[in-house]
């Protein structure tokens, strides 16, 4: 019954980076957080995100802007160090209820981002501490939503957007790649499972990718927001009783 609820859970998170570019990782852990620990979550969702990132970005390889992806990137590595240490060494259900509160902060993020009509300013000061947020968020749980919040507001159309959020995810998932498996985090159970979901994710992302034509992705991306800040207050109820 488990391997159907993470291939449920991997087909809805592929179809959601095949549609939007993003929100894969928040699906996927905000999925099996319910019954799964992070540290087992997170590595399994790394393997099967990294392949996507690459074939997004060479695809949009023409609208990557240095500028944008290079700085973020460095940041985000920079926060990685803590955050993979954090998924080492800390308890599961804290873990767990940091990850409800950032999900909740994600997606009331998300849903005023879409509500602007106007971009706001690129700045130095929120371009740092998004970044260092972001890799901390990523050591823990591969999430980059922060990532796609400020991205979001310095790109102009969807294929600069995916370009350059894929750019920063494909640096920083090279890293955590080399250090989960420095540190154990990466087993061979882990690969076998990644191995195992694989078609599945090739499947939602193809899915995704298909849709992405025929659905309003605004209507898309409002559902997203809504599970996930219904999952994060979940998540944190749950493991506060």
Request: hydrophobic share 55%.
């Amino acid at each position: 019954m488990q391997i159907w609820w993470w291939a449920a859970a991997a087909f809805c998170a592929f179809f959601v980076k095949g549609l939007c570019g993003f929100a894969n990782t928040l699906v996927f852990s905000t999925i099996l957080s319910f019954g799964n620990n992070n540290i087992n979550i997170s590595p399994v969702e790394l393997l099967l995100g990294y392949p996507t990132n690459l074939i997004i970005a060479w695809k949009e390889r023409k609208s990557v802007k240095w500028g944008v992806c290079v700085p973020l990137a460095i940041l985000v590595l920079i926060g990685n160090i803590p955050g993979i240490l954090l998924l080492k060494n800390t308890d599961a259900q804290i873990i767990k209820i940091v990850f409800g509160i950032a999900v909740i902060a994600i997606g009331i993020e998300m849903y005023f981002r879409e509500t602007r009509k106007k971009k706001m300013k690129e700045s130095k000061a929120i371009l740092a501490l998004i970044g260092i947020i972001s890799g901390v968020l990523c050591g823990l749980y591969g999430v980059g939503a922060f990532l796609a919040a400020y991205i979001g507001r310095v790109t102009d159309d969807t294929k600069t957007f995916k370009a350059n959020i894929c750019m920063v995810f494909i640096a920083e998932n090279t890293f955590r790649i080399v250090m989960y498996t420095f540190m154990g985090i990466i087993t061979m159970d882990i690969l076998r499972q990644a191995v195992i979901l694989i078609p599945v994710m090739l499947a939602g992302l193809f899915a995704g990718m298909k849709s992405s034509s025929v659905i309003d992705e605004k209507i898309v991306k409002k559902i997203v927001i809504v599970m996930l800040v219904l999952s994060g207050i979940a998540l944190i109820m749950n493991n506060l009783s």
